[in-house]
């Protein structure tokens, strides 16, 4: 069983803390088995925002964890507790995965986890980040960030976006997407994604998008276009590309690849339909073109992606 080890002192914010412990609690689909053992570890009893809390184990518990996670520190400007980085050392050194959620960024920093990589925080913060330490590639936009055994999380709603990011590398879409639910959750928002946008999500049922991106989600199997998009929403593909960037925070192009690459990864791992059968039904039409872009968007080829997150759910026929 994976051991998720949540980093605890005075001076955190309870919302990061309290959501991990939230979203890797249990699994609400019965799919992936085992699940996370997780572990909130402490020096002893500690103020959590307004909230005092009793931590599972001692912050020594990090070093045997296999991922580490350091929830939101209040004050950037306060020194970080010894303990606490010598634990994150060593946890790091044990070859711990290392995540950061909102601030905890900043612990991650003064610990050297995050020299030479890229990461991010609030983005209230980033400038902070970035001056202070200098040898961490600060992306001030995106949601979060993916080395590989290191990641780090922008502010609040992106904790949630990276936590079920990582349910999704571990145990695939068909968890992740379930974990989701549970949380009543968009189900994935890509990394690259801004923070925010200047413009206001909409919500109006008559607003041109309410009900031409369920359009498209019932047709990726066929050939979509931009053209097609804006067409059915009844306007140009300049003023879609504008009204795509003000609510989801990309372009329809993007957009519409994003959803194609979610729609195989989950009949890769429900289905033993064939690799061309997948494609045509994503919309990717050969399984050349769907080996392309699912490997470059989700580092590995469809068939090593199956063979690792293939769901214990019964199989829909070849």
Known sequence: ????????????????????????????????????????????????????????????????????????????????????????????????????????????????????????????????????????????????????????SAGKAAAIDLCLHLIRRDHGSTVANAVARRLVVPPHRAGGQAQFVTTPVPSREDHPLAHLLPWAMERLDRPLTVEDLARQANMSSRNLARHFKSVTGTSPLHWLSTQRIRRAQELLENTDNSIDAIAQAAGMGTATTLRRHFHRTVGVPPDAYRRTFRSAGPSSGS
Not at 22 to 50: H, K, M, N, T
């Open 1 to 152: 069983m994976a051991t998720i080890a949540l980093a605890a002192t005075d001076g955190m914010l309870h919302f990061e803390l309290a959501m991990a412990c939230e979203v890797f609690v249990r699994d609400p689909s019965g799919l992936a088995d085992p699940w996370y053992d997780l572990v909130v570890c402490g020096p002893g009893p500690v103020q959590i925002g307004r909230f005092r809390m009793e931590p599972d184990a001692g912050l020594d518990r990090l070093a045997r964890a296999d991922t580490v996670i350091v929830p939101s520190v209040e004050d950037i400007d306060a020194e970080v507790p010894a303990d606490l980085l010598d634990a994150v050392r060593a946890a790091h050194q044990a070859g711990a995965r290392m995540v950061s959620l909102c601030t905890g960024a900043f612990v991650l920093a003064a610990a050297g986890v995050l020299d030479g990589l890229h990461a991010t925080t609030h983005w209230a913060h980033t400038e902070a980040l970035a001056a202070r330490y200098p040898r961490v590639k600060v992306d001030p936009d995106v949601l979060y960030v993916d080395n590989g055994n290191v990641l780090a």
